[in-house]
């Protein structure tokens, strides 16, 4: 027999989110009608999400690192410098490897997307079960419509089908977060792959006397690092958001999930949620 293998998924910079999608959601799922398959399925599908999270994270800390180290090294004069002459010269490009570092964040994030809401079939393939399809028994690849029309019109079906707050409050997130990032992340990556008229993002040097000033691109008028973090936070509030919304809609009817107020939460284990019991049932 061989023996177990332990596999470390993350570090001490990883803890919070990790956290918040494995001992959080699995402290509330127990709280879930769920047959022994669906709790099966849902586990193997929050992993997976799991595994394209870390792959976004993954890129996001190389991101960072490449920055640190070329700012580094440009201030020891290497790689970018003013030489002799008072000509800037590049010897290290970094172009090639920042792009290839993006795009490797933008394109798993809207994959992880696919394995929490779902998507269309291809090739007359159905695909694998998102988490909200295990939990609730519906496609929402629908948030990826652009059309805001159409979109509505796909949420309606499920509101008509499984009315109740509990539903409404998981459309309304939905509803939110497109409207602030998801079909913004849609777009970047829709670029990245199907754009062949995208040049990538340039970088920007300055000589001043024998110092070199950086200048690191942007997205939408905003540093590309601060602009990977907020769509690496927003990310992650929308994963665990949509799978506690989810998990409602199975719980007893006098049993439900509410957000832990900020002040009440505790800064050694990032709770933000909590289960509660209600005076009256709440479809």
Same mark, same amino acid.
């Given at each position: 027999?061989?023996?177990?293998? !332990? =596999?470390?998924?993350?570090?001490?910079?990883? $803890?919070?989110?990790?956290?918040? +999608? &494995?001992? *959080?959601?699995? *402290?509330?799922?127990?709280? $879930?009608?769920?047959?022994?398959?669906?709790?099966a399925e849902f586990i193997a599908a929050r992993m997976r999400l799991i595994e394209i999270l870390r792959q976004c994270n993954d890129a996001r800390r190389e991101l960072f690192r490449l920055a640190d180290e070329h700012i580094a090294q440009v201030a020891e004069g290497k790689g970018v410098f003013v030489n002799e002459s008072g000509a800037l010269v590049i010897e290290d490009d970094i172009g090639p490897r920042l792009n290839r570092v993006v795009n490797s964040f933008f394109v798993?994030?809207?994959?992880? &997307?696919?394995?929490?809401?779902? *998507?269309?079939p291809a090739g007359g393939k159905p695909p694998a079960k998102s988490i909200l399809e295990i939990l609730t028994g519906f496609n929402f690849g629908f948030i990826f419509i652009f059309d805001q029309a159409k979109?509505?019109?796909a949420a309606q079906k499920y509101l008509d089908a499984v009315p109740g707050v509990r539903s409404? $409050? +998981?459309?309304? =997130?939905m509803r939110s977060d497109r409207t602030s990032w998801t079909l913004g992340l849609q777009e970047i990556r829709d670029t990245i792959i199907h754009d062949t008229e995208y040049d990538g +993002?340039?970088?920007?040097?300055?000589? @001043?006397?024998?110092? !070199? $000033?950086?200048?690191?691109?942007?997205?939408? @008028?905003?540093?590309?690092?601060?602009?990977?973090?907020?769509?690496? @936070?927003?990310?992650?509030?929308?994963?665990?958001?949509?799978? !506690?919304m989810a998990l409602c809609t199975r719980m007893p009817p006098l049993l439900a999930i509410d957000r832990i107020p900020e002040d009440q939460r505790n800064g050694e284990l990032p709770y933000r949620w909590q289960g509660i019991l209600l005076n009256e049932p709440t479809p």
């Open positions: 027999m061989n023996p177990p293998v !332990v =596999t470390t998924i993350g570090d001490k910079e990883d $803890a919070e989110w990790l956290f918040r +999608l &494995l001992q *959080q959601i699995s *402290q509330l799922s127990e709280g $879930a009608i769920l047959t022994d398959s669906e709790r798993p994030a809207r994959t992880a &997307l696919y394995h929490l809401c779902g *998507q269309k979109f509505e019109q409404k $409050a +998981l459309i309304d =997130t +993002l340039k970088m920007l040097y300055k000589g @001043n006397g024998q110092k !070199v $000033a950086i200048g690191f691109p942007r997205l939408n @008028n905003i540093p590309i690092f601060e602009f990977v973090e907020m769509f690496w @936070n927003n990310l992650i509030d929308f994963c665990e958001e949509m799978i !506690v």
